[in-house]
């Protein structure tokens, strides 16, 4: 124990909080020194940012991480990542891997795991990664069209503002508004409509309809071949007495047809006419009054 002095505990303490730190400092990136890991090696064209300790996703699932990053100087133009992931991991053979930037910035790495279950990458092998901006890829290419748009929504809102600004727009909403309040009252009235008058009118019309039917069955009873019968039966009547007054034979057919009838009706109603006349003028002749039995002459 006298090996043990003061200054020995010290550094033994101080060794241990350092090796402390470098394993939480690494935990927090997700590096875990205990845990066994598989490395590959990804190359690219350009990383696009992409740093150590940056996640690795297969399937939007976190697989690993980003280990290294170096450039690989005796093949210009390639940039090689060398990645770490779960042992159990199995990465098939044609499998490619893509750095997507994201939207609030950084860029991460997915694996894009390809269908081939016979064959897969070894320990070591390299698989080859491509760019992807992903979102943001998308958003550069709406740029060109977005700037196409700006002037026409320019003039948009230059006449939006001329349209506001138009003193002829307030009477448009005010007339708009007693529209609208006109179209409610009418759609009180017709509601009330809908609710009293309708179902009356609905009930006249279906005693209506019943009368009519009643009609109907009356109608139906009723025996049009003798009322047809009857019908001819006074036309043969009148035809019959039609022919009568045409007919010289008759009493009546003479007194129509016969002049010499009228003629002599005519004298003799001028006769009697004549002796009203006289009668009128000499009623001595005709009548006698006499109290004295002595006659007028």
């Known amino acids: 124990m006298k090996y043990l002095t003061k200054e020995v505990r010290i550094g033994i303490a101080g060794i241990a909080a ?33 740093t150590k300790s940056s996640p690795v996703y297969a399937d939007g699932f976190r697989v690993g991480l980003v280990n290294d990053i170096y450039y690989d100087y005796e093949n210009p133009k390639n940039v090689i990542v060398e990645i770490d992931v779960d042992p159990e991991l199995r990465i098939p053979r044609g499998s490619t891997a893509e750095l997507a930037s994201e939207l609030m910035g950084g860029t991460k790495m997915n694996l894009l795991l390809a269908n081939n ?11 080859q990664g491509y760019l992807s901006n992903g979102v943001m890829d998308k958003v550069t290419e709406m740029i060109p069209q977005i700037e196409k748009m700006l002037p026409k929504l320019d ?59 009643n009609i109907s069955n009356n109608l139906k009873d009723t025996d049009y071949a003798a009322m047809l019968r009857k019908v001819d039966q006074t036309l043969a009547n009148v035809t019959t007495l039609t022919n009568q007054l045409n007919s010289k034979e008759g009493t009546v057919g003479l007194l129509l047809n016969d002049p010499s009838l009228y003629n002599s009706l005519n004298t003799t109603v001028n006769s009697a006419n004549s002796l009203l006349e006289d009668l009128k003028a000499h009623p001595k002749r005709y009548v006698h009054f006499s109290i004295f039995g002595k006659k007028d002459k």
């Open 18 to 50: 350092l090796c402390i730190l470098v394993y939480g400092i690494n935990y927090l990136k997700g590096i875990h020194l205990f845990k066994p890991t598989s490395y590959f090696y990804v190359k690219f064209d350009q990383v696009n940012g992409l």
């Open 117 to 127: 279950p016979r064959e897969k990458y070894l320990l070591g092998d390299t698989i």
């Open 155 to 213: 003039s948009i809102m230059s006449s939006l503002n001329s349209l506001l600004a138009d003193p002829a727009l307030p009477n448009t909403l005010h007339s708009m508004q007693n529209t609208m309040a006109n179209m409610e009252g009418t759609s009180r009235q017709l509601q009330k409509l809908m609710s009293t008058d309708i179902p009356q009118l609905t009930g006249k019309l279906n005693v209506i309809g019943d009368n009519f039917v």
